[in-house]
């Protein structure tokens, strides 16, 4: 230890003392993150986890990973998940994929892992590989494989899918995470991408659980056992005091949307993760017996290590000295000055990323010890083209060494800009450089998300601040990259209803629109909203206030119903008061729908996690009430004719579970119960979860789906009245569905119920439990699995006549 430099230091520290209340003491969270930049220091390996959709990612691995070992770890997702269900909002599609996006970072951070997408659209649940490819494409998504593993350039992949189980995603993920395991090394393969990223050799692949089997080798001996490694999740990680299971729970609790998750680890502890070896470079050398981590046995080149070797305090690791701040400083510092993790250039070129990797976790960790940070300020969420926007780079010292500042950069849209700050900073003091941005007139938009799933721009425009700053002589960088959208000067948010669907009932009268609108300038904007299309033509005057976010109502009254009116869409835009090109567009569908729902029915409904059943009971003209769960339990349901359970409803409102014999006594007195998907843990009976039979006769649910959107539909019992009153239901009525026909279709049901339809995929038996229809006492109960809500939400005729034949089904209103 440079004992001569940790006394100056100390002098700083009095000298400083005297003037400024010294820094507060250092928190948990702090020292866990010195820990860890201290940690990354010690390897230099890179893991990649491959994963379908967001939450198939291996949390405890990659927690294990960086939190024990300090590798850098990727993950790598072929979708955003946007094709799922939405157990939190009413988001779905593209809108959930933006979601499922921010909850995988929010994941990764948990996991301390660095989360990547390959961006394909996630089209809902399939059953092979093939299906996957037949929209994918095999051969592009391998040639985005390749191109990411060039660029991250991982040492070993990990992966939890196999090549034929689960989801068909999975399945073709796990199938050409194989074979770019070899194309990424090959020169032939993907040439294009050279330039770019030159060929990158993995060198081990392991899959999850599953050891190939073992082949006989060609002189007939049989081959050697697969390699295992096997992690225990359940160590208790001694930084932050509880096992990596916790922490991975944690992060897995951040996909939200596809909730509900166990709330703690299960009381024995989770599962071993046993990894198998599938796939290693010719070169690489065997897993050790009782490896660890699938790192353990690599090696990197002599030459190569010796560079990267961790700097240490009298031969010991920097971590074990996370209480004594100061002299981590000096020996980092110390470090810094004898060139730890540079080398001269022919070796650097041997393999530059990891020479990168290091150098930028050194410099983290100087920047994490001495408290030194940097960050991004702005007036707004977002930068509007041709507009110039006030922005400042925030360098803070939170240390207890005087900083000096040697200069601080912007970039953002391909530019450089050196500003003007400080020069030092004493310790427990910030400063700060300000800068005018103008965004270029042709930056294109960000806004709304939802459009920018699938071309890079999701999450904004990257704006990088760098600060090359000096203690004691030695310079290193704080870097911060940001994002801000790029955003029209008003944004249309949000168009309630879109797609507007009107029927018999409704093509009378008014449309009403809601319009969500934010002013993303920094003065106020007066201009006009405006509806147009064919035959209806109507607008209002805005006035909004810098960066404030408004819903304006906008009714349009037209001289046709809508029933005649030609043009598909109407168009909502923001205009100035003397209108140009809009400020802002948004195209809403027009759809009429023929159907009727019988005279006289009262319609009681509980929503779950979207509005769809409110828009489409409006658009029906239905005379309908939302419910809730207190409704059910105290107020007088024979006021209705029918009441609506909505999608999983008895797991978003598990209060339910108990008030549901008044729902069974409501079908009993002669009303019509209509109840919609449930996931199996949500509806079969269970005695350790409290809940019962749901059905008034016995309905087991299965996982069985129909995926394909097209799939035939049978109509078993033609005369039904569900096929026939009041709306005639052809062929023609399930032409056109979006996302799938039906999901966790009943497997076993009571000979009580009557089963109208039947529909299967390509080569699986017919599975006629999707619309179950049964009398009870007066009344009658319905159960289905077929996905109503997506035909609805996505505007159907066909969805409409249905529900609308759903909710008429029964008695007619006798008082
Ligand atoms: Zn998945």
Request: charged share 20%; proline share 8%.
């Amino acid at each position: 230890m440079n004992l001569r430099k940790l006394r100056n230091l100390w002098l700083v520290v009095l000298l400083v003392g005297l003037v400024f209340v010294p820094p507060p003491a250092h928190s948990e969270t702090d020292k866990a993150d010195m820990h860890q930049a201290l940690l990354d220091l010690t390897s230099p390996w890179t893991v990649m986890c491959v994963a379908a959709h967001p939450d198939d990612e291996d949390g405890s691995t990659l927690t294990i990973l960086r939190r024990k070992y300090g590798m850098h770890t990727v993950s790598l997702f072929s979708t955003f998940g946007e094709g799922g269900q939405n157990a939190v909002g009413p988001e779905l599609y593209e809108e959930l994929g933006v979601i499922r996006a921010h909850e995988t970072m929010a994941a990764a951070e948990v996991q301390g892992s660095e989360p990547h997408f390959l961006g394909f659209r996630d089209f809902g649940f399939s059953k092979s590989a093939e299906e996957t490819f037949r929209a994918w494409g095999e051969k592009e998504m391998l040639r985005r494989m390749v191109l990411q593993i060039r660029l991250l350039r991982p040492d070993v992949i990990i992966t939890n899918h196999d090549t034929t189980s689960g989801h068909g995603h999975h399945q073709a993920t796990g199938r050409i995470v194989l074979q770019a395991f070899d194309a990424a090394a090959d020169p032939k393969q993907f040439p294009e991408q050279l330039a770019l990223a030159p060929v990158w050799q993995v060198q081990r692949l392991f899959v999850r659980n599953r050891a190939q089997a073992p082949e006989s080798t060609s002189n007939g001996q049989p081959a050697p056992p697969p390699q295992i490694v096997t992690l225990d999740p359940n160590e208790t990680d001694p930084v932050r005091g509880v096992t990596y299971a916790q922490q991975a729970l944690a992060g897995l609790q951040k996909h939200a949307t596809q909730g509900p998750w166990p709330k703690t680890v299960p009381a024995g502890g989770a599962r071993p993760i046993r990894y198998g070896l599938v796939r290693q470079a010719p070169s690489a050398p065997p897993v050790p017996a009782n490896a660890k981590t699938p790192i353990d046995g690599l090696q990197l080149p002599e030459a190569v290590a010796a560079k990267l070797a961790a700097p240490t305090i009298e031969g010991k690791p920097l971590t074990d000295f996370v209480d004594r701040r100061l002299e981590v400083l000096v020996a980092l510092l110390n470090a810094k000055r004898r060139g730890v993790f540079t080398a001269a250039k022919d070796l650097v070129a041997t393999d530059p990323q990891r020479f990168k990797l290091m150098s930028s976790r050194l410099d983290n960790a100087l920047a994490e010890v001495s408290g030194a940070s940097v960050a991004l300020t702005s007036e707004g969420p977002a930068l509007v083209p041709g507009e110039e926007s006030r922005l400042g780079a925030v360098v803070t010292n939170a240390g207890v060494a005087e900083i000096q500042i040697k200069q601080v950069k912007f970039r953002g849209f391909g530019t450089e800009t050196k500003l003007n700050a400080a020069d030092k900073m004493l310790p427990g003091t910030e400063t700060s450089a300000e800068l005018r941005l103008l965004t270029p007139k042709s930056a294109p938009l960000t806004v709304p998300a939802a459009e920018h799933l699938y071309d890079g721009r999701l999450f904004g425009e990257p704006l990088d601040v760098d600060a090359e700053l000096t203690i004691e002589g030695v310079t290193f960088t704080v870097s911060t990259e940001a994002h801000r959208d790029i955003a029209p000067a008003v944004e249309i948010v949000d168009v309630d209803p879109s797609p507007y669907v009107t029927t018999p009932a409704t093509s009378q009268k008014p449309l009403e629109f809601k319009v969500k609108l934010t002013n993303h300038l920094s003065s106020d904007f007066r201009g006009i909203l405006r509806v147009s299309g064919q035959s209806l033509e109507t607008g209002r005057e805005i006035d909004l206030k810098p960066n404030e976010t408004e819903t304006s109502n906008l009714v349009v009254r037209t001289a046709l119903p809508t029933s005649q009116i030609q043009a598909p869409n109407v168009a909502i835009t923001v205009d100035l008061p003397i209108p140009k090109e809009p400020i802002a567009k948004r195209n809403v569908p027009l759809v009429y729908a023929d159907a009727i729902v019988v005279s006289g029915r009262k319609v009681g409904y509980i929503p779950s996690y979207d509005q769809t059943l409110e828009r489409s009971l409006a658009a029906l003209g239905a005379d309908a009430t939302k419910l809730t769960v207190e409704d059910i339990a105290k107020s007088n349901l024979s006021v209705f004719n029918t009441i609506i359970i909505d999608i999983r409803g008895y797991e978003a409102h598990q209060d339910l579970i108990p008030v549901n014999n008044r729902l069974l006594k409501f079908v009993e007195d002669g009303g019509t119960l209509l109840v919609f998907y449930h996931r199996t843990n949500e509806w079969n009976p269970n005695e350790s979860r409290g809940r019962p039979q749901l059905a008034p006769y016995p309905i087991i649910i299965a996982e069985d789906r129909v995926t394909q959107e097209d799939a035939p539909i049978t109509f078993l019992l033609p005369k039904h009245p569900l096929l026939n009153f009041p709306n005639k239901i052809t062929q023609k009525d399930f032409a056109n569905w979006v996302q799938e026909r039906g999901l966790y279709f009943p497997r076993q049901w009571d000979p009580q119920y009557a089963t109208v339809l039947s529909t299967n995929d390509t080569g699986e038996p017919p599975l006629k439990g999707g619309l179950l229809v049964a009398p009870y006492g007066k009344g009658n109960y319905i159960y289905t699995s077929y996905v109503w809500y997506r035909q609805l939400r996505a505007g159907l005729p066909g969805g409409y006549r249905f529900f609308a034949n759903l909710i008429s089904y029964g008695r007619k209103k006798e008082d």
